[in-house]
Nanobody
Framework: QVQLVESGGGLVQPGGSLRLSCVAS????????MNWYRQAPGKQRELVAV???????NYADSVKGRFTISRDNAKNTVYLQMNSLKPEDTAVYYC???????????????WGQGTQVTVSS
């Protein structure tokens, strides 16, 4: 059984910072691309940041220059450093990853349970 577990959310004032973590656990042979999504109340889930297995990154225009995605393959962990937070960043943040459980199996998509980020004064 594979699990993705996020942590690090919370309440922060505008202009503040938070670092989200997502740990993959269970029977894992290989981890491919890892992504962070977010969903604000009444809105569709949107892709925030992507990191490939090789470390290439891509960001939504709304977070470029403020958010940084990174990964520690030894720890099966992906991070999202969020700086200069704005009220419009308020959302539930979800970790999504493509994991291979066994050498002869295809990669499958997994989701975490989400962590709430609230930016408010």
């Amino acid at each position: 059984q594979v699990q993705l577990v996020e942590s690090g959310g919370g309440l922060v004032q505008p202009g503040g910072s938070l670092r989200l973590s997502c740990v993959a656990s269970g029977s894992i042979f290989s981890i491919g691309a890892m992504n962070w999504y977010r969903q604000a109340p009444g809105k569709q889930r949107e892709l925030v940041a992507v990191i490939s297995s090789g470390g290439s990154t891509n960001y939504a225009d709304s977070v470029k220059g403020r958010f940084t995605i990174s990964r520690d393959n030894a720890k099966n962990t992906v991070y999202l450093q969020m700086n200069s937070l704005k009220p419009e960043d308020t959302a539930v943040y979800y970790c999504n990853g493509y994991l291979q459980q066994y050498r002869d199996r295809a990669y499958s998509a997994y989701w975490g349970q989400g962590t709430q980020v609230t930016v408010s004064s």
